[in-house]
């Protein structure tokens, strides 16, 4: 059966752009049965960007409460916390030692961290970069190569890692025989990357996200701050350039946006575009909010969910840790 894997890093609330460009594809195909689905929070990766504890503590719930809410369906699929499956840590310290050096400082954050150093008068290049940053990559190589997953949806600015992932198990396998399988990246072209309240794209980073489950009042007042231009009501207007139709058109149905569309010609004022787009949203949003809020009630809940898929994921993990351990030599030692 093919083995499927996505991370989902817990640094921050989730937001509309994380729904329509990872989120949902990923629920939808949580239900296919011909498919192992590992789906995991990536919390020690979470470690690299942020050292603020409660935040993390957090996003943990908010993730996977996030998840739980839209369906993902965990009788169909594996889900567990990255921090409840000790053999990925010792995993990655076994490729590691022979993953090349010259590899990671391709990585392409940090060469952006090094080049930002650059730019300051100082020119320290390793100022700020830890070795969590520059030694990241080696980590998702293991959270992939540990459950054999073939196939890996990322966003096309995570191909490079699972190209390193491949060259980090060929070389691997090239040392001590065929162990890994080699996995490829599925990148969807059609996943939406959502414009955020000022223009620029939709990122926890710009500060401009609207959060997927913000209370029905605080999510009224996001969607009047979205950014618009000065083109009074009558006028036809691009929906091509518009931030709110970019949103609608992410969650709406081929006929309601053309239905959309035809409006934009027409003309139509911003003020109750902006009425319409949040009682969209706010229709398709408020039951899984409901349920989300619940099951940020409940974290004992879904303490218990990841448990038992983390005992799952684990009758992979510890034999083939186990046969990992004997190819490159730690075995008992009155086995030759």
Known sequence: MEITLTGITTTGTPHLGNYVGAILPAIEASRRKDVQSFYFLADYHALVKCQDPALVHRSRLEVAATWLALGLDVENVIFYAQTDI??????????????????????HAYKAAVAENMADPDKDPDKGVTMGLFCYPILMAADILMFKASKVPVGKDQTQHLEMARDIAARFNHLYGEHFVLPEAVVDERASVLVGLDGRKMSKSYGNTIPLFEPEKALRKLVMRIKTNSLPPEAPKDPGTCTLFQIYQAFATVAETAALRERYAQGIAWGEMKQMLFEYLNGRL???????????QAPDHIEQILKRGAVRAREYSMPFLEELRRAVGIQPLGHG
């Open 86 to 107: 000790p053999e990925i840590l010792e995993l990655t310290w076994i490729i590691t030692c022979v993953t090349a050096k010259g590899l990671m400082n391709r990585a």
């Open 286 to 296: 408020s039951e899984p909010r409901q349920r989300y809020q619940e099951l940020m």
